[in-house]
């Protein structure tokens, strides 16, 4: 599903991503972690189609977001760290602009609107203006957004901040049933106990390369010692630090 092949990209001088490549198959949960300031965000956004990378190739589902943009972000959505919603219109509004956006068809937009408001439990309030809307009811239906459109490959950037207890158990019951189903999960977040519990495989990027990729058996025969990915992640940034330090 995703496809990057030796990706570097550059603000002018400062390299933000250095030859990354990765292979994440239809399915997978993965989780992608990493420092602030390791490149994250940037590969997200050059995965989103939001930056093109300087050199290489990012594919979504077979096809390159620098010349097929349009067939890679009609299989892709994309929950960012902060939500967003037009404050003007109701929940249930913002849900049809979205159908409407992925030229869906007035019934499988009725119907998968229904639907993602059951899931997302936003009866309550899916008809007041967003501009009401705490947080966590922010997060829930931009959620509920994402999966209107049934997208091959969700992206979510911290999705579990600023959400309650159950909120964050059903929304993990939840990423482990969609890709049970066939959906590409990317989970990019500094939650590592729920990276640890829900990831298949998890990456590590650090000073824009990749570092360690694996499941958690590759990352304890990488970093050679037993112990939780939070051991297991300081270890493997620990050594990427030293090895880009000047000498």
């Not at 229904?114 to 931009?142: C, K, N, P, W």
């Not at 999960?185 to 495989?201: C, G, W």
Request: glycine share 8%; proline share 4%; hydrophobic share 40%.
């Amino acid at each position: 599903m995703i496809d990057i092949v030796e990706v570097t990209k550059q603000y002018g001088p400062k390299v933000a991503v250095k030859d990354l490549s990765l292979h994440v198959p239809t399915g997978e949960l993965f989780a992608f972690l990493g420092p602030n300031g390791a490149g994250k965000t940037t590969t997200i956004k050059m995965l989103c189609g939001l930056l093109f990378p300087t050199t290489g190739t990012v594919r979504v589902g077979g096809f390159d977001l620098k010349t097929q943009g349009d067939q890679a972000r009609a299989v892709i959505s994309y929950v960012p760290d902060q939500p967003f919603l037009y404050e003007k219109l109701s929940g249930r509004e913002f849900l049809q602009f979205t159908a409407d956006l992925y030229g869906m068809s007035p019934d499988r937009s009725r119907d998968k609107i229904a639907e993602v408001i059951e899931l997302f439990h936003l009866d309550d309030f899916v008809d007041d203006l967003t501009e009401r809307y705490s947080h966590g009811m922010r997060q829930r239906t931009v959620f509920a957004a994402a999966l209107v459109h049934e997208p091959k490959l969700l992206i979510a950037d911290e999705p579990t901040v600023g959400l309650d207890p159950k909120s964050i158990r059903e929304l993990k019951t939840l990423l482990r049933e969609l890709a049970a189903g066939g959906m590409t999960v990317f989970l990019s977040t500094h939650t590592l106990d729920i990276a640890q519990e829900l990831a298949d495989r998890i990456g590590i990027i650090d000073h824009g390369r990749l570092c360690g990729c694996g499941t958690m058996a590759d990352l304890r025969k990488q970093a050679a010692r037993d112990g939780s990915l939070e051991d297991l992640f300081l270890a493997i940034t620990e050594e990427a630090t030293t090895e880009t330090s000047p000498t």
